[in-house]
């Protein structure tokens, strides 16, 4: 770094470009002369100088990539030593259907699963439930039973590839499905590679797919920490996500803010029911949102690395160089996604593709161009898919690790991020933790605060979004859009119908009652769900069961 003279010049030097320079270059051309701000409306200056990181830890804190606090990335040789996992959301209508579409998927190179289901299946309801009336198998695959869940990765052999469940609120009878048809391709549960979201606070904050109140639903998530722990030491336990919450609304610094306090008090309850910090955190994954705001994006994900590092380290203690790892899978922003001009959607979600692959990302989903208007089309995705390929093999961007390290203005932001995210955290811990700041509505009321404010931004014109509020040109009706067949779901309640009339009911009434009985008490789910998944209870039922002793949330936040 420099000394103290060296800085004061610096600092001249600056002062006399900005009042000589600059301002004789902007009586020439004014148009962009306002104050300009990052996503997150944090000022832009014209330049940066190392006169941004005085006073900082930037020496310490820059460090070495694959070294704490993992700024730089969490493995030494990121990208040149392997690329992040290949991994797009697929799944709609019947299991058969989801089935083909991840076979071509991984003929085209693919390198990871990732299952979107359907809405009744997301909040526990059987296709035939009068709730699941024109949902079955429209937004993600239609999975009642474990019959469903063997159509859907038939052919597929489990302990091949690295499989992704969004799912949150009914994680582990999805979890127990999955381990069931591990079982019966001779695949042991030790030997399965994935991750399940498994991550309810942000439904509460966010989404809305939520079953259970908060108490019973942080039961079952460290249900399966513990479970995991015993029989799955290569399974990702949970998938913290901040994905939903920067789709609601929030800005980038709001993201890192808000999942890594859902992170600190899904710790907080593992350690709280007798689990030792190291032997469950190296197993917790992250799940971010990727925007266009390219350089901002870019330093969120090295500030969110460096905070979650800190911690770990010294809010918990953990001594496992892993359980300090911050590891996470990105997704392009669905809701930068537009109608219009769909076709410049690929150059959206090449963007922010580049964020995430220069922040240093583990896995990778790229959306679709026709995301805002329907399910990707099989072009689509593959088009999708050659995004993030083009990228990894023609770009040159993996070629060294954390390539845009030392620029003044991503220092800067790093720095900024990072700071403004613990101030955040601090405000959350005052208000006793993320369960009461989600009852008071804090975090609601910030997110709904940011996403008025983007909106506004928009409207007024202070915001351009191409093709939208500009540069607008007369289209025709969309073509080529996928359709979902609306037979799917009396085909899904024909089948549903048809397995409850062949199974062995004596058998599923019995496994469903002991799974009553043993949620009265502090016992371990996962092994009576699993029971009741193996016998071809339903996913309803099993839900009905948890529902009838934990009861459901109903949302009242006073704003």
């Given at each position: 770094m420099f000394d103290k003279e060296e800085m004061k010049k610096i600092k001249q030097l600056k002062k006399e470009w900005e009042n000589?320079?600059?301002?004789?270059?902007?009586?020439?051309?004014?148009?962009?002369?306002?104050?300009?701000?990052?996503?997150?409306g944090k000022e832009v200056e014209r330049l940066y100088t190392p006169v941004n990181l005085e006073g900082s830890d930037y020496n310490k804190e820059l460090n070495f990539p694959g070294q704490y606090p993992y700024t730089r990335g969490v493995q030494p040789t990121m990208y040149r030593g392997r690329f992040?996992?290949?991994?797009?959301?697929?799944?709609?209508?019947?299991?058969?259907?989801?089935?083909?579409?991840?076979?071509?998927?991984?003929?085209?190179?693919?390198?990871?699963?990732?299952?979107?289901?359907?809405?009744?299946?997301?909040?526990?309801?059987?296709?035939?439930?009068?709730?699941?009336?024109?949902?079955?198998g429209k937004v993600g695959v239609a999975i009642d039973s474990l019959k469903d869940m063997e159509m859907l990765f038939n052919g597929i052999p489990l302990d091949k590839v690295s499989t992704s469940m969004t799912i949150n609120a009914p994680a582990t009878v999805l979890l127990a499905m999955y381990i069931a048809v591990a079982e019966k391709q001779g695949i042991s549960p030790d030997k399965l590679n994935g991750t399940i979201q498994n991550d309810v606070l942000k439904e509460y904050i966010a989404r809305g797919t939520y079953i259970f109140p908060p108490a019973p639903s942080m039961r079952l998530i460290t249900n399966i920490f513990k479970y995991c722990f015993k029989e799955m030491p290569l399974w990702n336990t949970i998938s913290i996500s901040g994905y939903h919450i920067r789709e609601a609304g929030s800005t980038a610094i709001q993201e890192v803010a808000f999942t890594l306090a859902d992170g600190i008090a899904y710790v907080d309850a593992a350690i709280k029911i007798g689990l030792k910090v190291d032997d469950f955190a190296p197993r917790l994954s992250f799940f971010f949102n990727a925007h266009n705001d390219l350089l901002e994006e870019v330093a969120k994900f090295r500030a969110a690395r460096r905070l979650w590092a800190k911690i770990m380290k010294e809010r918990f203690g953990a001594k496992n160089k892993k359980s300090l790892m911050l590891r996470f899978h990105t997704q392009?922003?669905?809701?930068?996604?537009?109608?219009?001009?769909?076709?410049?959607?690929?150059?959206?979600?090449?963007?922010?593709?580049?964020?995430?692959?220069?922040g240093g990302t583990q896995s990778l989903h790229t959306n679709s161009r026709d995301e805002a208007l329907a399910l990707p089309a099989e072009d689509s995705v593959r088009i999708a898919l050659r995004t993030q390929q083009v990228l990894a093999y023609e770009s040159g961007v993996t070629e060294t690790?954390?390539?845009?390290?030392?620029?003044?203005?991503?220092?800067?932001?790093?720095?900024?991020?990072?700071?403004?995210?613990?101030?955040?955290?601090?405000?959350?811990?005052?208000?006793?933790?993320?369960?009461?700041?989600?009852?008071?509505?804090?975090?609601?009321?910030?997110?709904?605060n940011s996403a008025y404010q983007y909106q506004k931004d928009i409207e007024e014109g202070k915001r351009i979004v191409v093709g939208v509020n500009k540069f607008k040109i007369n289209e025709g009706s969309p073509k080529g859009l996928l359709k979902v067949n609306p037979e799917v779901g009396r085909k899904q309640i024909e089948e549903l119908k048809k397995l409850k009339e062949e199974r062995d009911n004596y058998k599923v009434k019995e496994n469903l009652k002991s799974l009553e009985k043993a949620a009265k008490t502090d016992a371990n789910l996962m092994p009576l769900i699993l029971d009741c998944v193996k016998s071809y209870a339903t996913l309803g039922e099993i839900c009905d069961v948890l529902r009838s002793v934990f009861g459901e949330y109903k949302e009242s936040v006073k704003l």
């Amino acid at each position: 770094m420099f000394d103290k003279e060296e800085m004061k010049k610096i600092k001249q030097l600056k002062k006399e470009w900005e009042n000589n320079v600059v301002q004789k270059t902007l009586e020439r051309f004014p148009e962009r002369k306002d104050k300009l701000v990052t996503g997150s409306g944090k000022e832009v200056e014209r330049l940066y100088t190392p006169v941004n990181l005085e006073g900082s830890d930037y020496n310490k804190e820059l460090n070495f990539p694959g070294q704490y606090p993992y700024t730089r990335g969490v493995q030494p040789t990121m990208y040149r030593g392997r690329f992040w996992t290949m991994r797009q959301y697929a799944g709609f209508g019947t299991a058969e259907e989801s089935n083909k579409r991840y076979k071509y998927l991984l003929d085209q190179g693919q390198t990871g699963l990732s299952v979107a289901f359907d809405l009744p299946t997301q909040i526990g309801y059987d296709s035939d439930h009068t709730m699941s009336l024109g949902e079955v198998g429209k937004v993600g695959v239609a999975i009642d039973s474990l019959k469903d869940m063997e159509m859907l990765f038939n052919g597929i052999p489990l302990d091949k590839v690295s499989t992704s469940m969004t799912i949150n609120a009914p994680a582990t009878v999805l979890l127990a499905m999955y381990i069931a048809v591990a079982e019966k391709q001779g695949i042991s549960p030790d030997k399965l590679n994935g991750t399940i979201q498994n991550d309810v606070l942000k439904e509460y904050i966010a989404r809305g797919t939520y079953i259970f109140p908060p108490a019973p639903s942080m039961r079952l998530i460290t249900n399966i920490f513990k479970y995991c722990f015993k029989e799955m030491p290569l399974w990702n336990t949970i998938s913290i996500s901040g994905y939903h919450i920067r789709e609601a609304g929030s800005t980038a610094i709001q993201e890192v803010a808000f999942t890594l306090a859902d992170g600190i008090a899904y710790v907080d309850a593992a350690i709280k029911i007798g689990l030792k910090v190291d032997d469950f955190a190296p197993r917790l994954s992250f799940f971010f949102n990727a925007h266009n705001d390219l350089l901002e994006e870019v330093a969120k994900f090295r500030a969110a690395r460096r905070l979650w590092a800190k911690i770990m380290k010294e809010r918990f203690g953990a001594k496992n160089k892993k359980s300090l790892m911050l590891r996470f899978h990105t997704q392009t922003a669905g809701c930068t996604l537009t109608a219009q001009q769909a076709d410049n959607n690929i150059v959206r979600v090449t963007i922010q593709a580049l964020a995430a692959v220069l922040g240093g990302t583990q896995s990778l989903h790229t959306n679709s161009r026709d995301e805002a208007l329907a399910l990707p089309a099989e072009d689509s995705v593959r088009i999708a898919l050659r995004t993030q390929q083009v990228l990894a093999y023609e770009s040159g961007v993996t070629e060294t690790v954390d390539p845009l390290a030392g620029s003044y203005y991503i220092e800067t932001l790093t720095n900024k991020i990072e700071e403004k995210a613990l101030e955040y955290i601090e405000r959350i811990d005052k208000l006793g933790g993320v369960t009461q700041a989600i009852e008071k509505g804090f975090i609601q009321q910030e997110i709904q605060n940011s996403a008025y404010q983007y909106q506004k931004d928009i409207e007024e014109g202070k915001r351009i979004v191409v093709g939208v509020n500009k540069f607008k040109i007369n289209e025709g009706s969309p073509k080529g859009l996928l359709k979902v067949n609306p037979e799917v779901g009396r085909k899904q309640i024909e089948e549903l119908k048809k397995l409850k009339e062949e199974r062995d009911n004596y058998k599923v009434k019995e496994n469903l009652k002991s799974l009553e009985k043993a949620a009265k008490t502090d016992a371990n789910l996962m092994p009576l769900i699993l029971d009741c998944v193996k016998s071809y209870a339903t996913l309803g039922e099993i839900c009905d069961v948890l529902r009838s002793v934990f009861g459901e949330y109903k949302e009242s936040v006073k704003l």
